[in-house]
Structure formats: structure tokens, C-alpha cells
């Protein structure tokens, strides 16, 4: 006879919200979802899931309720309605909504005030990659907890706990797309600075495809000086590196093209300089970065 697999609700129905429900659904698991918007509810439930009445209902019928929303806000205005507030009792509440590690923290307060017990997460993944090797999550609060639901929360992705502190899943993915965001900015800066020239993106691709696969070779050392505080200017300097960043400033405005983004990243290896770094590696940029 095969196990029965946990049930499961999940309440929020955007596209994230409804990939988690696909996936949880394949895996066997019985779900109830809820959303504010109903047809978005009524889609779900056309794939098998159980369509709740309303957010308390929601909360009865799984241990487990999973929450994919825009931001915190939202959690706020489901679950502190009139009437929601005893059915948080006992749940395990994990939130995969997106906001800074602060609001996280707060909620974990707020959601124990009720005595529901508190997961933070955030989803490393875009929407198709949902339940495949690709995607992972990251989870943050009582390990316990995490211990006791993390075979579930496999389904939509390898989950990465990070830490008791509710704050640190937004922490890290923060961090990620920190990275992610500022490198696709990145990316469209030289695409347009390309096309001024009349190159197009695409026949740009292998020559970028190398640069994102090439710059992950670079983190360990980085890393070393960053967390050392020690940045040693033997292969490149901040000086030599801060000159490469000036001739893209100027070739970004002889082109014609915005301006704010080689900007910032020049005005970091001026006052890099200015601080007495340029002698050392570009990694030395952290010390003004962190200053703010
Ligand atoms: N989409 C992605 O590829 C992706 C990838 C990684 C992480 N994420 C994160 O996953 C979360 C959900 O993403 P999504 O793409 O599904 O976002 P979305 O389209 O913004 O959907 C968000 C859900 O939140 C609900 N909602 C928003 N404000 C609300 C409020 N005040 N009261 C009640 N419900 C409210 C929406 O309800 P209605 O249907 O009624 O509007 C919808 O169900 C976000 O935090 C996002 O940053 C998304």
C-alpha cells in the first residue's frame, strides 16, 4: 500500500503559488488552496486541488500552509482577518513570499503570538523550474520544524536550511538576487552599448555566455579577501581596473546610452582609491561598499 503523503495548503495563486501546487499535487500530496482572487482558485482546483471557502477553512484543513505571496503586506491582510486568527493555532506557517529579513522577523512574532510556528523561505527558482533539479529554497526558523516538513517542502526545490534566525532565508535571498538583478542590469548596459554600434545582442551571446560562466572561477579567492579584509594587488589592481571602468563610462556616454549604472560602478573604484586601495585588488571596493 503506498504512504499517504501529508496534506498540504498553500494560499497565494500567482504563478509561484500555482507551480507549488502542480508540483505538490504530481507528488501525491492532498492540497487546499485559497487565493483572494477566485478564478485564480477555481483554475487550481480544476488540477485536483481542494478549494477552500475561505482563509480560516484554509488553515484547518493542512498542519502545513504555505504562503506565496507578493510581500508580507499580504500575509497580514489574510491571516489577520476577522475570524482567521484561532485557526493559526498549531499550524506551521511557511512563508515563500519575498521581503527583507526584518519583515520576517516580525512575522515570526506575530505568527507565534497566535501559536503557529514559523518557516521563512525564499525560492531560488523562476516559475518553469518549479519542482526540478534546478530549483532550491531557502529556509530559515526553528530547525525542528524545518526537520519535520522538509521531505514535503522537497517537492518545489532542493531545500537549503540556513539558519534559526527567521531573517536569514530573506538574507540569502536577497544576497542572490542582489547578484542576479544587478547582473542582468549588467547585461542589457552592454547589450545597448553594443547595439549603438549596430551588434546585435544575439551575436553577442557566446562571448557573454563565457563571461557569466567564467566569473564564478573567481569567487573563492574573492571571498577570502572579502572575509580576511586582506586584498592583495599582485594580478590586478583597483587603480588598473578603475581606468577600464572610466573608458566605459566614456563609451557609454559617447554612445548615448543611460549612464547611472557604469557610474556607480566607477564611482566605487574612485573612492576605492581615494581610500588608499589602489594598489590592491578590486576586492578592496568592498571596505567603501560597506562603509554605505
Ligand atoms: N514568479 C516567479 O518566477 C518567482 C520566482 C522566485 C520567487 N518569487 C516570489 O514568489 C512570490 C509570489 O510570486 P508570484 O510570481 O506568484 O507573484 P504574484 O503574481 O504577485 O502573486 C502573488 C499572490 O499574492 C496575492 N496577493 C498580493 N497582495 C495581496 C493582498 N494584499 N491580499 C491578498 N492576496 C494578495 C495575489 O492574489 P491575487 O491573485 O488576488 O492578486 C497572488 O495570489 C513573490 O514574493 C515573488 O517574489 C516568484
Known amino acids: 500500500m503506498s504512504e499517504r503523503k501529508p496534506a498540504v495548503t498553500v494560499i497565494g495563486l500567482g504563478p509561484m503559488g500555482r507551480a507549488m501546487v502542480r508540483v505538490l499535487l504530481a507528488g501525491g500530496h492532498p492540497v487546499t488552496v485559497w487565493n483572494r ?58 512563508n515563500l513570499s519575498s521581503d527583507t529579513p526584518e519583515q520576517t522577523r516580525r512575522a515570526a512574532d506575530w505568527l507565534a503570538e497566535r501559536g503557529a510556528r514559523f518557516l521563512a523561505g525564499g525560492v531560488m527558482a523562476p516559475e518553469p523550474l518549479v519542482g526540478t533539479d534546478a530549483a532550491y529554497v531557502f529556509y530559515s526558523g526553528p530547525r525542528e520544524v524545518f526537520d519535520a516538513h522538509r521531505d514535503t517542502l522537497a517537492a518545489i526545490g532542493r531545500p537549503d536550511y540556513v539558519g534559526a534566525d527567521p531573517g536569514r532565508a530573506q538574507l540569502y535571498y536577497q544576497a542572490q538576487l542582489d547578484i542576479f ?26 562571448w557573454a555566455a563565457d563571461n557569466f560562466d567564467g566569473i564564478s572561477a573567481y569567487l573563492p579567492e574573492a571571498a577570502r579577501c572579502i572575509d580576511s579584509g586582506d586584498h592583495p ?13 572610466a573608458h566605459i563610462l566614456d563609451a557609454s556616454r559617447a554612445a548615448g546610452i543611460d549612464l547611472e549604472l557604469p557610474t556607480a560602478v566607477k564611482s566605487h573604484y574612485d573612492r576605492a582609491i581615494a581610500a588608499g586601495h589602489g594598489a590592491d585588488s578590486w576586492t578592496a571596493l568592498v571596505e567603501v561598499i560597506r562603509k554605505g
Open 181 to 206: 538583478l544587478t547582473s542582468l542590469s549588467a547585461y542589457l548596459h552592454a547589450s545597448a552599448l553594443l547595439a549603438a554600434e549596430g551588434v546585435t545582442a544575439t551575436e553577442f551571446v557566446p
Open 37 to 94: 482572487t477566485a478564478s485564480r482558485a477555481r483554475a487550481a482546483e480544476a488540477e485536483g486541488a481542494t478549494l477552500a471557502a475561505d482563509p480560516a477553512e484554509a488553515l484547518a484543513a493542512s498542519e502545513l500552509v504555505i504562503l506565496s505571496l507578493t510581500d508580507y503586506r499580504a500575509m497580514y491582510d489574510i491571516l489577520g482577518g476577522d475570524g482567521v486568527g484561532d485557526a493559526l493555532r498549531g499550524r506551521v506557517v511557511a
Open 233 to 245: 594587488g599582485e594580478k590586478a589592481t583597483s587603480t588598473m581596473m578603475g581606468a577600464t571602468a
